[in-house]
């Protein structure tokens, strides 16, 4: 059972008039609990293919199932149920809410969740526990640093235990040393069993993951699985 | 619930965007500042105008039946004898009314030795006093023996009582008025001229009956004033009041009344008719500066959905719907607006006490600017947010969380 199923997508913008296609007939399978990578240089439609997969845009055309749900024609309100509910976030900006501490950040998807379970304040701060920063609990965005920030967001993305993290540059604003601390993190997420999809366009980040895709002018150019020598290892 | 999340989110937003808050709480608060004022002024004006009045002998629960047809406002008919102290008496046992004072006038000559000025005398009953609240200064008014008796004595108002006695006390003194003398047993407290020039003390009052057989020689009155038990009865009295008139007069349906009223209000609206006119003028400057209010904070909370595009973002890739964050907006907005709206209220009930206190203009504070700025605020900030709020909600996602 896959659990994100990509049939045939296609998604074109409309500019004054000109169209631009930017993805072409798109078609990708990724099973719960896999590692994907997805690479490929700036303009070949990385960003495209992770707004859909977020459902942060419709496709122009095609067939998007996610987790046995066919969401590349839901209305607005249910859209945006389901980013709430199966997916969680991690971009190369943060986007952390400015002047709000790191534990209401955390909390933030809860906000807009159906019916919050549990004591979400808790969930917060275990999660943050998780990632290192139980220390950090009431600090804001700007009394951290830029690797903190990302662990804040990490921990924001599961929340609401989502089933799909997509993750955007996850390494891109950072340096080296908090770069690999933010893929350990991932790894380790995979290890308990999350599905995790990485858009970057840094091999080295890319070749954590057990599957590479690579997308070159809208389409699909190679996709194929690491053999366990050229698989990054968690340390 | 939802609703009181998006509240939450509201409130952080306007806490961590203080200075665009400020800003549009200023723009309300002027506008509120200025309706309160102009509220209160008005109502000042309309209470001291009330108060001229009633100097001039109405309350706001009576009023005056001349006898006479027409249009003239004080001048009396000389030549309709229908009214009478039946009527007078009918029109007390109506269940509204609390005091009747049958009246005659005539204005004629007080002689005191080689002293004489011409005044107004009034026959009048002792209810006279009650319905007009007028105090005393000195000596005793009419009283019901004075009537019964139609007995010759006199109450001078100030104006006459020192033109013929000076700085001497009237009272226990004799007063010629044509050919008969009247003892002075009372003396009237002074009212002073009113602003339009009216002396309401130059008057003097004898016994209705006295002035009925030595004064005028007529046995008709020249007015009726009633005095209804409250100020909300006197249109349902009139009404009453004219029935029994036209009843008492014999009038056939067709026939004119052969009598007029005179009513506060009637005076108040000649001397309030440019004074509404002012009220007007004020309303529609305070409704412009709210209106301006109003659109400032459409203004800034536009140019604050631009600084904070990528919050709207976020928060939508973490699911939060467009109606999540409309709501959120408008209830940013409202929050100004309410917020505004009190310290306006505030202000402008300093400023009204501080030109009441420092006298530039008569001020009066009421509970209607509260009610009024809350209403208005309320809409202000759903109305003007609503364009805002929308235009936060119908931005891209996946856009907003990519602008920089």
């Given amino acids: 059972m896959n659990l994100l199923e990509m049939n045939s997508i296609c998604k074109s913008y409309r500019n004054i008039g000109i169209e631009t296609k930017v993805l072409q007939n798109v078609t990708l399978h990724i099973k719960e609990g896999d590692y994907v990578s997805i690479i490929g240089p700036s303009g070949a439609g990385k960003s495209t293919l992770m707004a859909i997969m977020?459902?942060?845009?419709?496709?122009?055309?095609?067939?998007?199932?996610?987790?046995?749900?066919e969401v590349g024609k839901l209305n607005d309100r249910k859209l945006s149920r389901v980013r709430n509910e199966k997916i969680g976030f991690v971009f190369q900006a943060f986007h952390l809410l400015p002047g709000v501490t790191a534990l209401e950040n955390v909390m933030l998807p809860i906000v807009y969740a159906k019916n919050s379970q549990g004591n979400a304040k808790e969930r917060a701060r275990a999660l943050l526990a998780k990632v290192g920063l139980e220390h950090r609990l009431h600090h804001t965005p700007g009394q951290l640093s830029g690797g903190e920030q990302q662990r804040v967001t990490i921990a924001r993305s599961l929340i609401n235990d989502p089933r799909i993290i997509l993750a955007d540059e996850p390494t891109g604003n950072l340096d080296s040393k908090n770069g690999i601390q933010t893929m350990q993190t991932f790894d380790n997420l995979v290890k308990e069993g999350k599905t995790i999809?990485?858009?970057?366009?840094?091999?080295?980040?890319?070749?954590?993951?057990?599957?590479?895709?690579?997308?070159?002018?809208?389409?699909i150019a190679s996709d194929r699985n690491l053999s366990y020598e050229e698989q990054t290892r968690p340390l | 619930m939802r609703i009181f999340k998006n509240l939450g989110q509201a409130l952080r937003g306007l806490r961590l965007n203080r200075g665009n808050t400020m800003l549009m709480t200023l723009g309300v608060m002027i506008g509120i500042a200025s309706l309160t004022v102009i509220v209160a002024i008005g109502d000042g004006i309309k209470i001291k105008v009330l108060d001229r009045i009633t100097s001039l002998g109405f309350g706001p629960e009576s009023f005056s039946v001349m006898a006479g047809a027409g249009r003239l406002f004080f001048a009396r008919s000389q030549n309709t004898t229908s009214m009478t102290l039946e009527d007078a008496e009918d029109l007390l046992a109506l269940p509204t009314v609390r005091l009747v004072v049958p009246r005659q006038r005539k204005s004629i000559q007080l002689i005191n030795k080689k002293e004489f000025t011409s005044t107004r005398v009034y026959g009048v009953t002792p209810d006279w006093q009650l319905a007009r609240g007028?105090?005393?200064?000195?000596?005793?008014?009419?009283?019901?023996?004075d009537l019964d008796r139609s007995k010759r004595v006199i109450v001078l108002g100030a104006t006459p009582a020192k033109k013929l006695f000076k700085d001497k006390d009237p009272v226990g003194k004799m007063v010629r008025v044509q050919n008969n003398f009247y003892e002075v047993i009372g003396l009237l407290e002074e009212k002073g001229l009113t602003e339009s020039g009216y002396d309401p003390d130059d008057r003097a009052l004898i016994p209705l009956t006295t002035s009925m057989t030595r004064l005028t020689h007529q046995t008709y009155l020249h007015s009726i004033k009633v005095v209804a038990l409250k100020a909300s009865q006197v249109p349902e009295t009139m009404e009453a009041v004219r029935q029994i008139l036209r009843q008492n007069h014999n009038l056939s349906v067709l026939a004119e009344d052969d009598f007029r009223f005179i009513t506060p209000e009637g005076i108040m609206q000649r001397v309030t008719e440019s004074e509404q006119a002012l009220n007007r003028m004020l309303i529609l400057v305070s409704t412009v500066s709210l209106l301006v209010g109003g659109i400032v904070i459409m203004n800034i909370l536009l140019v604050s959905i631009r600084e904070r595009?990528?919050?709207?973002?976020?928060?939508?890739?973490?699911?939060?719907?467009?109606?999540?964050i409309t709501i959120q907006f408008l209830f940013e907005s409202?929050?100004?607006?309410?917020?505004?709206?009190?310290?306006?209220?505030?202000?402008?009930?300093?400023?009204?006490?501080?030109?009441?206190?420092?006298?530039?203009?008569?001020?009066?504070?009421?509970?209607?600017?509260?009610?009024l700025s809350f209403v208005f605020c309320s809409l202000i900030g759903l109305i003007f947010g609503i364009h805002p709020a929308r235009k936060a909600a119908f931005l891209s996602p996946e856009e907003s969380i990519r602008s920089q």
Avoid at chain 1, 198 to 217: E, F, K, N
């Fill in chain 1, 197 to 219: 999809i990485l858009i970057t366009h840094d091999p080295a980040v890319a070749q954590h993951a057990g599957r590479i895709i690579s997308i070159l002018d809208g389409q």
């Fill in chain 2, 309 to 324: 595009v990528r919050e709207i973002g976020i928060r939508r890739c973490f699911g939060a719907r467009r109606s999540d």
């Fill in chain 2, 334 to 371: 409202i929050l100004v607006s309410l917020l505004g709206g009190i310290m306006g209220v505030a202000l402008g009930l300093g400023v009204s006490f501080g030109l009441e206190r420092l006298n530039i203009i008569p001020t009066h504070i009421t509970m209607e600017p509260f009610i």
């Fill in chain 2, 134 to 145: 007028w105090e005393m200064k000195d000596g005793e008014f009419l009283s019901e023996t």
């Fill in chain 1, 54 to 69: 977020g459902c942060l845009a419709q496709p122009t055309s095609g067939e998007y199932i996610l987790d046995g749900e």
